[in-house]
């Protein structure tokens, strides 16, 4: 680093440190919140609750109560007494970032869990970000590789997309994000785990990502016993990097598993501020919040944001309403078939399910009628599926259902891949023309 740049490091912890600072005392505590009188400040405010021996809680401001306000301590509120001191940090909060965060794996907080140093903030970015607006925006048009054939032919990803990845639990998700994570043809990779279960972190970065995917990726992680004001904030860290990184001119992947996770941190902290529980107890900002997170990744004048969300169907219910209000907000998803996964077909993508709304923009007229025309024959399969397997079916009364039927060893054959594989988008295209051909 430039002694400049030193400097400017030194400068900026220094503007965040004030000389005073306002002061409350603490009331009421409970597992999760604390109430005090005082200090003044605003929702969404640092804050810290100071106990008599000096040890400090980090927390935010999550709501007031009346004239009290109600903070929320990001680890627990173990130790907290009545009569302890809330102090307002008057600052939003943020995440150091710099090109040291490339290879780096880090809580929400940004330390490091792998044992290895910190790296040097070069600046500080607000994890709450804001949106570009919507005539800021550049039009997506190039078509972004992920190495996963299916996707590639079927389903193309333009650069600055937003997909969501809808599926249960152990239907193979975190497979298909380690395959798109060392595929992807992007400069950088950032992954936010959100509320994991804290083996599956090891096992993620180890196999799913792998020493290849871990080089040029920033994993950001929040197990599933941490405080909700951490889950949170470790897809907003994951963002606030995928911002910073795209502000420098780079095209970035982002992927954050999961979304419904993040969603179920918020409802916590919404009922924590007295919110009231709308649809299946979900809490309304918990819906502003995540259209505000997707909002954020996009195609921009100075590089770009590619971001997958993963989505929990629970029971694969796809009327869940969070798995319906992020499909409204998303440019496309990609659904997992429980079916699928149980015969060996991985990854487990139901092609008719799922859908590019970007693909038009980003396809050639050429490709889009191959692809159309898979998704055609695999209809007709699925339509005569069962009189098919029953043998109720007799060859020669319908000649596209024929086809079909000849035709799906190939199809399924194309529209599978080994996890360890990486296919390039010429090649998927190819092999697409040519078994439609």
Known sequence: MQGGDLLQAYQVQLARRASWRWTGEVREAGQQTVIADGPLCSVGECCEVIERNGRRHPGEVIGFRGRRVLAMPLRNTEGIQYGDRLQALGMRPSLPVGAGMVGSLVDAMAMPLDGRRAPHPEQWWPLDGVAVGPLERVPISAPLETGVRVLDGMLTVGRGQRVGIFGGSGVGKSTLIGMMTRGTA??????????????????????????????????????????????????????????????????????????????????????????????KGYTPSVFTRMARLVERAGNFSRGSITAFFTVLMEGDDQ?????????????????????????????????LDSLSRLMPAVTSEQHRKHAAIVRSLLATYRRSEDLIRIGAYKTGTDRELDRAVVLLPQIEAYLQQRSDERISLESSIVQLEELTS
């Open 319 to 351: 009327q869940d309403p969070i798995v319906d209000a992020v499909r409204s907000y998303l440019d496309g998803h990609v659904v997992l078939s429980r079916t699928l996964a149980s015969s060996g077909h991985y990854p487990p993508i139901d092609v």
């Open 186 to 279: 992007a400069d950088v990779t950032v992954i936010g785990l959100v509320g994991e279960r804290g083996r599956e972190v090891r096992e993620f970065v180890e196999e799913s990502l792998g020493e290849e995917g871990r080089r040029r990726a920033s994993v950001f992680v929040a197990t599933a016993e941490e405080s909700p004001l951490l889950r949170m904030r470790a897809a907003q860290a994951a963002m606030a990097a995928a911002e910073y990184f795209a502000s420098q001119g780079k095209h970035v992947l982002l992927v954050l598993d999961s979304l419904t996770r993040y969603a179920m941190a918020a409802r916590e902290v919404g009922l924590a501020a007295g919110e009231p529980p709308t649809s």
